[in-house]
């Protein structure tokens, strides 16, 4: 063993500290089964390390990177001119690794921080301007709304720290028809294992809990309709000519809440007429405050009467829940109710937040709830199956003939984060951007020279006009690291990479406002929302 190969092992390998992560402290491996901790040894001492270690880099250390087969030429489009060329038999490993993209932070701890991060910027940029966005949009009648499920049957909660049911609902007895008392006198505390869970599983409604999840989609649809046609009878003008006087924009995150629900987050924006660039200044009148108001009435009004599980069945009618709560949000210049006010900062960081969250992350997949809500869903697909063949209509022409696909996200189809076409920039822009940065920064360490600001201007400003095209044929090889090992390292230094940012950006905060204040707790994390 070479001194350099041991400093390295010593460099990497698990050590035992009390101190802050920082740079130059070792990676924290966790407990390894003795295998995998063969193949970190293995892969520290292996003589391609620095080339493993610079393909990690590269891709930030994703957990499973896609890898392919093949090369690329940079073409200058103007001229022709092949600038680079890159073809993977030339790199050490043989392969070209691509990040995984996957948001759920589960998967991929890093390129769910990408996404967040992504996703922040997106959603900043709509609320203060920045990215190609007009700063005047910081200016428009802004509003954070939470639209939550109503209740299915009771469920313990934290309550903020308060005791978690010490009362009967009017006209219920202290036991159910079940035998199961309806009181919990525990004041619970995260990760205590009733949390989400119905205090009777046998009282609980989990046909209707999964209809509403079903149709989740389709509510929020309809609230959007609703809210464009409660602002037009606001301005006095008929529905069709609202886009002449006012446009709504909004990005919106679903969550799930411990009870396997999922409910919405969601800033609202109101722009001006719509034009080209849309981002227009809003009418005079329209304040953050009386659009708190309008999206509180159009939410409480909406709703949707849903087809009927099966033959026999009652049709349920699907609400909101009545948890719901829309706030004015605070802007430089906007004074409106600063008490309930939040700061762009804080909303932008609660979705990017949620956004990277998934049905594993915040319920109890293997609890008694959520094996129920499955077997109810294979319950409800049973029946269908046994009523198609009977009469039949193809399973697929079923209203929820597509349930069973869906069983993992507990009944949810929609999306995890969307926003209406004005709202900011794209995922697509900030991606692209990206890559635009990297390549340029690669450039610059070749030439060996720094990237100047200058140059940063340049990659935010030329969306249209790229004068570089990338051409080339990769064929897929396979995803993930070569072992366990390889996985665990890149983990690892991730994670490593997460704390040491974490400890700079506040280092950075105490030095710009002498002290650090951070609102960690989320609404939902107090319970605010739970029932
Ligand atoms: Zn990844
Ligand atoms: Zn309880
Ligand atoms: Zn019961």
């Given amino acids: 063993m070479t001194r350099e190969t041991r400093e390295r092992v010593w460099d990497a390998v698990p050590l035992r500290s009390t101190e802050q992560a920082g740079e130059g402290q070792p990676l924290d491996l966790g407990h390894l089964d003795a295998a995998t901790e063969a193949q970190v040894l293995a892969r520290l001492l292996s003589r391609d390390f620095d080339a493993w270690s610079e ?39 043989g392969v070209l690794h691509v990040r995984c993209g996957n948001r759920r932070a589960a998967d991929c701890p890093s390129c ?25 949009v910081g200016e428009n009648p802004l509003v954070f709304a939470t639209l939550t499920a109503p209740s299915f049957g009771l469920v ?38 009733p949390l989400g869970q119905p205090l009777c599983r046998d009282c609980y409604d989990y046909e209707s809990h999964l209809v509403w999840q079903w149709w989740a989609p389709e509510l929020w649809r309809r609230f959007t309709i609703d809210l464009r046609r409660t602002l037009a009878k606001q301005l006095g003008v008929i529905e ?46 329209l304040t953050a405050a009386l659009l708190a108001l309008l999206v509180e009435q159009a939410g409480a009004g909406v709703s949707f009467d849903a087809p009927s599980l099966h033959e026999g069945d009652v049709t349920r009618r699907l609400r909101f829940g009545a948890q719901f709560d829309a706030r004015p949000i605070a802007a430089a210049r906007r004074t409106d109710d600063p008490d309930r006010a939040l700061t762009p900062e804080q909303v932008a960081g609660y979705l990017a937040k949620y956004a990277t969250k998934s049905a594993t992350d915040s319920t109890n997949t293997h609890g008694p709830h959520a094996r129920r809500l499955r077997a109810t869903i294979v319950t409800i697909v049973d029946r269908q199956r046994a009523e198609s063949a009977a009469s039949d209509q193809p399973m697929a022409e079923h209203p929820y003939g597509l349930l069973f696909k869906w069983r993992h996200m507990l009944g949810f189809r929609g999306h995890f984060s969307t926003k209406s076409r004005r709202y900011s920039v794209t995922l697509g822009q900030l991606r692209r951007r990206r890559v635009r940065y990297e390549r340029a920064l690669a450039a610059a360490h070749r030439e060996g020279r720094t990237l100047h600001v200058r140059d940063l201007d340049d990659l935010l400003q030329d969306d249209a006009e790229e004068t570089t095209l990338v051409v080339g044929q990769w064929t897929y090889a396979g995803t993930g690291w070569d072992t366990d090992g390889d996985t665990e390292l890149a983990k690892a230094a991730a994670a490593r990479a997460r704390e040491y940012a974490q400890e700079r950006a506040a280092a950075r905060n105490e030095q710009r406002t002498g002290r650090v204040a951070s609102r960690k707790e989320t609404d939902c994390e107090r319970g605010r929302f739970g029932r």
């Fill in 156 to 193: 313990h909660g934290t309550r903020g720290g308060r005791t978690c049911r010490p009362f009967t609902l009017r006209g219920q007895d202290r036991v159910c028809e079940h035998g199961r008392p309806t009181v919990c006198h525990a004041r619970h505390a995260d990760g205590d294992e």
């Fill in 112 to 136: 769910s921080r990408l996404y967040a991060a992504d996703t922040f910027h997106l959603i900043r940029a709509g609320v203060t301007g920045g990215r190609g966005v007009p700063e005047e």
């Fill in 240 to 285: 069709s000519r609202l886009a002449e006087l006012v446009t709504v924009q909004y990005a919106k995150v679903a969550e799930y809440q411990l009870r396997g629900i999922v409910h919405f987050h969601a800033l609202i924006r109101l722009d001006g007429p719509k034009t080209i660039d849309g981002f227009a200044p809003a009418p005079a009148g």
């Fill in 55 to 93: 393909a990690a880099a590269r891709v930030g250390h994703c957990a499973k990177p896609v890898r392919l087969h093949g090369s690329s030429q940079t073409v200058d489009t103007r001229t022709g001119e092949v600038l680079s060329s890159f073809s993977s038999s030339d790199s050490p490993l």
